[in-house]
């Protein structure tokens, strides 16, 4: 039991922050994202034995953060009035979170979203994605190639971006 | 441009709106981390041990036990000062700590919310107290996540009343077992601007073998609930928004 605590202190350590960030750019709202993070680490640590042999650990604390915030935001849009300032978008004190390319990233449907975040900026490979989500490789070959579809439509810009590189 | 090129460019995109967040932190220590999954790993245990659905789900309670020897308040001590060393009162006791915690320690059947609710508040805490199924309805209640259908306590909340239960100290002057009491402590510091606490208490604990905690054996509901909610005179008293 010493053995598994040391384990996920260390683990935490090192990726409390960048699963922060991760979740924090998908959601938008720092206390939001604090709260997802903090009880995804929870949900990590009461099931640590299953979790630290999973493929990737912060996938694992990603995928339940944001979990979570799908199931948060169905129950809220049905508790909460119209007019809400709660999701205010910390931008503006931290400029990346308001470029249109993390903007476009947040209209995309959950799945796909989960794809592109798993896939491009935690860069797990197909099959490890596909074992973090529960869903055929296959799958997560195809959400990834329609959300890069919608960026696409989404910003122009971004075949500019690529093209100038 | 295909796949491949445009899947670079959004990874480079977004590796940098990431890096630019490198002043953002998760402030929350481990070891309160991993004192709310040793909390939700040993609630599961309980729901799969009593059979009960609901035991896991209701993640917002904090409460504790069954008073098997303490009689009821019959007249709880309402005038006793609230603050300084600790108020004996007939059925609960409010002390402030050093560190600038609240502890409330609950013997019996509570009898007179509003006292309680008065010495909170005359030690600084936003508190609207009552009894289980008399929430005040000025009070709205902040939602914390929903995760599988079941709601989860909001992370602000487990850093305003930050010790499980069971694992808060007993008073060192009460000769009583955690069985018996129900003990909550309240670190106002960590209370979110604007933010103040509502707590409600089961009417009439019933007495018996005490039950898995924070349970009566059987019947699957909380003695105690405690929940996040915006503070406003008519919820929680004026002159509070957090520190």
Not at chain 2, 52 to 63: E, H, I, K, R
Request: aromatic fraction near 4%.
């Amino acid at each position: 039991m010493e053995k598994d605590r040391r384990e996920f202190e260390e683990f935490y350590a090192a990726a409390r922050d960048h699963c922060l960030h991760v979740v924090l750019l998908s959601v938008g709202d720092r206390h939001l994202a604090d709260d997802l993070v903090a009880e995804a680490f929870t949900r990590a640590w009461a099931s640590w034995r299953k979790v630290r042999g999973h493929p990737a650990p912060r996938a694992w604390v990603v995928r339940t953060a944001l979990n979570t915030h799908v199931s948060w935001w169905r129950r809220r849009r049905r508790e909460v009035t119209l007019g809400s300032q709660d999701d205010a978008v910390a931008a503006g004190q931290h400029p990346g979170l308001d470029s249109s390319l993390v903007t476009a990233l947040r209209r995309l449907p959950a799945r796909q979203r989960e794809v592109i975040v798993l896939r491009l900026l935690l860069d797990l490979d197909t099959a490890t994605t596909a074992k973090t989500l529960g869903i055929p490789s296959g799958t997560v070959a195809s959400h990834l190639h329609r959300g890069l579809a919608a960026l696409r439509r989404d910003i122009p810009a971004l075949d500019y971006q690529e093209r100038i590189r | 441009m295909n796949d491949t090129k445009l899947a670079d460019a959004v990874k480079i995109g977004l590796t940098e709106a990431c890096d630019s967040l490198s002043t953002v932190h998760l402030d929350m220590p481990a070891s309160e981390i991993m004192a709310r999954g040793d909390e939700a790993r040993r609630r599961r245990r309980m729901g799969a041990l009593a059979g009960s659905g609901g035991l896991a789900a209701v993640a917002v309670a904090v409460g504790l036990a069954l008073p098997a020897g303490h009689p009821a308040a019959s007249h709880p001590a309402a005038g006793h000062p609230a603050a300084g060393p600790g108020a004996r009162l007939a059925a609960w006791t409010v002390t402030r700590q050093a560190e600038g915690t609240i502890q409330i320690t609950m013997f019996g059947d509570l009898r007179d919310p509003a006292a309680l609710q008065r010495a909170l508040r005359a030690d600084g805490v936003p508190a609207s107290v009552t009894f289980i199924g008399q929430q005040n309805p000025a009070c709205r209640v902040i939602p914390g996540p929903v995760l599988n259908g079941k709601p989860q306590r909001p992370a602000a909340l487990d850093r305003v009343v930050p010790v499980p239960p069971h694992k808060v100290p007993k008073p060192a002057h009460e000769k009583v077992t955690s069985q018996d009491v129900i003990d909550m402590v309240i670190r106002p510091s960590a209370l979110p601007s604007g933010d103040g606490l509502q707590i409600a208490v089961m009417r009439g604990i019933p007495q018996g073998p005490a039950g898995p905690w924070p349970y009566p054996k059987g019947s699957g509901d909380p003695v105690s609930e405690v929940s996040l909610v915006a503070a406003s005179p008519q919820c929680t008293g004026t002159g509070f928004t957090g520190t």
